[in-house]
Each structure stands twice: as C-alpha cells, then as structure tokens.
C-alpha cells in the first residue's frame, strides 16, 4: 500500500507560481509512475502531467511549457511547478502512483491504483 498526501495549493493570482507536492508513504514508489491530475468544478478529472518510473515525462497541451513534474526519490516526493499561473488552471489537484498498463493508460484514471486527497488550486485574475 502506498498513501499520497499532496500539499501546497492555495489561491495565486495570474501569472503567479505555485508548487504543489505529493509525498508517499508506506513504501517506496520510486518503481512507480506518478501523475498529477486536475478536477475544475463541473468537470472530470483530467492528467496534467505525468512522471515515468524511468523519468520519462508528459505534459498536457494546457500545460506544456509551464508546469514541471519532478520527482526526489530520497524523499519519496514528487513536485509539480506551475509557473504563469491562469484563471483555467483552478482546480482541485491530485497525485497518483501506480503501474499503468498498458502505458497508455498513464493519462487516465484507471491507469493509477493509489491517489491522494487533493489539494485546491486558485487562480485568481
């Protein structure tokens, strides 16, 4: 079992930055991949961004060129960076961990067998 706790959301104003963490415990997930996701409010729960075990990353087009997904092994966190921060990137943030097969179900939901509680991001304008 591995237990997600994400922190770090709060309210921004545009063009701000914000970094968001999710750390693990229970065991080490440096085999694991690691995906952020994000729920704005009416809407489904959407990949953001996406950190292979093997350190391979994906970005969604939204997103592409201002976040960044890292990962610290040594201390079982990963990071999104969000930088030039936009009222449409508000919304509930989630981490998950798990062993997408096939890889391609790395950008849904399913793909991911443990997920934190979420942390909200503001994006005020």
């Known amino acids: 079992q591995v237990q997600l706790v994400e922190s770090g959301g709060g309210l921004v104003q545009a063009g701000g930055s914000l970094r968001l963490s999710c750390a693990a415990s229970?065991?080490?997930?440096?085999?694991?991949?690691v995906g952020w996701f994000r729920q704005a409010p009416g809407k489904e729960r959407i990949v953001a961004a996406i950190?292979?075990?093997?350190?391979?990353?994906y970005y969604a087009d939204s997103v592409k060129g201002r976040f960044t997904i890292s990962r610290d092994n040594a201390k079982n966190t990963v990071y999104l960076q969000m930088n030039s921060l936009k009222p449409e990137d508000t919304a509930v943030y989630y981490c998950a961990a798990g062993s997408p097969k096939p890889p391609t179900t790395a950008r849904l939901q399913q793909g991911y067998d443990y997920w934190g509680q979420g942390t909200q991001v503001t994006v005020s304008s």
């Open positions: 950190n292979w075990s093997g350190g391979s990353t």
């Open positions: 229970g065991r080490t997930f440096d085999a694991y991949t």
